[in-house]
């Protein structure tokens, strides 16, 4: 088969003149003398459409186009975690060590798992030869980083009679583990650590599980008025310089599993700017997590050793005297936040086409992570510059327009896009997996949308999202005070929404949240009669509540995720500024009918907001004081209401400032 035409910038290449049995659909083939990645989406007859997953300006009609008679497939398996992946050349760190070059050569595709490297294979126990596994059967385990034992499972649709088995030892990711005889044909069927899965078919699980455990994302806004759950889906929508990357990257930095996040983090970098690329992956190089999995005292603490050329100045890798053999040794005492995360990237400078790679390969390693019995959080920046390169790939197809709506992919298609993406979310959730010993894991879906100029009703990809997810996040842009909003994240409260309100905390906690909810309901309204009347139209009632609301938008709402203090809340810490948020309305609605003067709640207004910004920093108490925190703060805040009521004057060096600091935090 040869290249018949070139379909120009898109990466789309014609070809015809079949020999033998011809192609089939979502093939792999090589084009040209440089041996191109490209895939068959369509067959017509005696002519083929290729997608070109690298660029197209050297490949000339008469090229070579040779067929696989494989699909797309990724390596799965030990060393998949702490890496930067090109969706299309695979691991960046080990094509820069291979080529020395800052380009990208044409035709080189690294395979994504180091086959180089040898891992502590430890066996399961009471597995041997002529016992019976099944598909997802746990055979071994890898300790793969002090975050992450990987277990090694035998792969979907094997299962039959262990024939032969090694034991514990260092192995590759390619060597043979395992053989099994498969029941009714009788083959041997060889296990390795290695799987390779094709990238457009969903594994399978034993069962769905409707998701029930709530997620905390560490962003205080989200966690208390529009929940996620561990399993969940959430699109985060916002016009241009809204902030979706900026909480798209706190999210990839969220907590572990035990304190309410995730296990393990895949996030896709998909058309956007590649500097956000580069600040993510220093970001999370520098951050350090606890270790979850410590290394037992009757094993060795070296879990891998690399014969070959690695970097020495990484902090994983130590050099053992003058050899060229490195030994991986794990810290027992913290793990950068990379150690968890597998990042994709496929810039705005790259070919387009390798945009929908990326999102394909995110989530087969992330169900893959699952299958495992991680909670896997998968994070896609964004689905917009996605929808882009699916229309563009439909370009040549003349595909009819459903719907007069979605004029901005004309090509695409309404029915097309909403089942692109509902196939695409639908692969997540929480599920049982195969296999023994029972285990479940989870993927939670957040993808960014960005529809231009905010407008979600005009964009096809916003709305499509709206019907598919459960919990949308839209964010906007608010530069003036008068509107009411004193920092970021910028939430629309209107448009904004979750359907796992009802898996919140206790009761005591939806109270509160409740209350808020409330209050900010009844700031919008003000807010309207005050841009028009001005804020003297109010009654001193309506005043009080602008402060409270106040508050709650400066030290409740506002946080800033460039902050190493800041970019991450507990939900106890953002339940406790609620608390106080409402003892000041509390006790500001006690005081004001007595002393009749708004100007002296205004001052108890400015104390109660000292109060605030040292307790939403987490460094002035530590999380096992932050109940007894809390309550000195209420009492704090009655105390000096009652001093004012009293007429007891500002100078009172426990009232304000570095006075209050020591009298609430010194436990």
């Known amino acids: 088969m040869s290249v018949h035409s070139v379909g120009g910038a898109c990466g789309i290449i014609f070809a015809r003149d079949f020999s033998g049995e011809g192609p089939s659909l979502y093939e792999v083939c090589r084009v040209g003398p440089h041996r191109l990645l490209g895939e068959v989406i369509e067959i017509r007859y005696d002519r083929t459409k290729v997608q070109m997953y690298d660029s197209v300006v050297q490949v000339r009609v008469g090229d070579a186009v040779d067929l696989t008679g494989e699909p797309l497939c990724m390596e799965l398996g030990p060393g998949l975690l702490h890496q930067v992946l090109d969706a299309v050349h695979g691991p960046l760190g080990r094509i820069n060590a291979t080529t020395r070059s800052r380009h990208m050569p044409r035709g080189l595709y690294l395979p994504e798992l180091p086959h180089e490297v040898l891992w502590f294979f430890e066996t399961a126990e009471g597995l041997g030869s002529g016992d019976e596994v099944i598909a997802g059967d746990v055979i071994g385990f890898v300790q793969e980083n002090s975050l992450l034992q990987h277990k090694i499972m035998v792969p979907p649709n094997v299962a039959g009679v262990v024939r032969s088995m090694v034991g514990s030892g260092l192995y590759s990711v390619d060597q043979v583990l395992l053989t099994v005889q498969i029941w009714g044909s009788g083959a041997l069927e060889e296990v390795t650590m290695l799987q390779r899965w094709p990238v457009r078919k969903a594994r399978e699980v034993h069962e769905k599980i409707t998701p029930d455990a709530r997620l905390v994302s560490g962003i205080r806004a989200f966690d208390a008025f529009y929940p996620m759950v561990v399993g969940?889906?959430?699109?985060?929508?916002?016009?241009?310089?809204?902030?979706?990357?900026?909480?798209?990257?706190?999210?990839?930095?969220?907590?572990?599993?035990?304190?309410?996040?995730?296990?393990?983090?895949?996030?896709?970098?998909?058309?956007?700017?590649?500097?956000?690329?580069?600040q993510l992956a220093t970001d999370l190089e520098s951050a350090t997590i606890r270790n979850v999995h410590c290394v037992r005292p009757d094993r060795s603490k070296v879990h891998a050793i690399c014969l070959g050329t690695c970097d020495p100045s990484s902090?994983?890798?130590?050099?053992?005297?003058?050899?060229?053999?490195?030994q991986l040794i794990f810290s027992l005492a913290e793990e950068s936040l990379m150690a968890r995360t597998v990042m994709f990237s496929c810039t705005a400078d790259m070919p387009l086409a390798g945009r929908e790679l990326a999102v394909m390969k995110g989530m087969c390693v992330a169900e893959y992570l699952r299958d495992l019995g991680c909670s896997v959080a998968l994070v896609v920046d964004s689905l917009t510059r996605w929808a882009e390169c699916v229309e563009q790939a439909c370009d040549l197809s003349h595909a009819m327009t459903h719907s007069s709506f979605y004029d901005r992919y004309p090509n695409l298609g309404m029915g097309s896009l909403n089942l692109r993406l509902a196939t695409l979310i639908e692969r997540g959730g929480r599920a049982q997996c195969l296999g023994r010993p029972l285990r479940e894991g989870a993927i939670t879906f957040f993808g960014t949308v960005s529809p231009p100029g905010g407008a979600c009703a005009d964009d096809p990809v916003s709305t499509a999202m709206f019907g598919l997810v459960q919990a949308v996040w839209v964010l906007e842009k608010r530069s003036t005070p008068q509107r009411g909003h004193c920092g970021f994240p910028s939430v629309n409260s209107q448009s904004s929404f979750s359907k796992y309100v009802g898996l919140r905390m206790p009761v005591a906690s939806d109270d509160l949240i409740l209350w808020a909810l409330n209050l900010r309901s009844r700031n919008a309204e003000l807010q309207e009669i005050v841009q028009v009347a001005g804020v003297d139209c109010l009654d001193e009632d309506n005043v009080l509540l602008l402060d409270a609301c106040r508050l709650l938008d400066c030290y409740f709402l506002e946080q800033d995720f460039t902050s190493s203090i800041d970019?991450?809340?507990?939900?106890?810490?953002?339940?406790?500024?609620?608390?106080?948020?409402?003892?000041?309305?509390e006790v500001s609605s006690h005081l004001l009918p007595s002393c009749r003067h708004l100007q002296?709640?205004?001052?108890?207004?400015?104390?109660?907001?000292?109060?605030?910004?040292?307790?939403?920093?987490?460094?002035?108490?530590?999380?096992?004081?932050?109940?007894?925190?809390?309550?000195?703060?209420?009492g704090m805040i009655k105390d000096i209401a009652h001093g004012i009521k009293n007429g007891i004057q500002t100078s009172d060096p426990t009232m304000h400032g570095e006075g209050c600091r020591k009298g609430i935090f010194d436990v």
């Open 315 to 326: 902090p994983l890798y130590i050099l053992k005297g003058n050899c060229h053999i490195i």
């Open 567 to 585: 970019q991450f809340c507990t939900w106890e810490r953002s339940m406790g500024i609620l608390r106080c948020i409402k003892a000041f309305h």
């Open 232 to 278: 969940g889906s959430c699109a985060i929508i916002g016009g241009s310089c809204t902030g979706k990357t900026s909480i798209a990257q706190a999210i990839t930095k969220g907590p572990r599993a035990d304190d309410g996040g995730y296990d393990a983090v895949v996030h896709v970098n998909c058309g956007e700017r590649g500097n956000e690329v580069l």
């Open 600 to 634: 002296i709640v205004a001052e108890l207004t400015v104390r109660v907001g000292e109060i605030l910004r040292m307790l939403a920093t987490p460094h002035t108490c530590s999380n096992a004081h932050l109940g007894m925190t809390v309550s000195r703060s209420i």
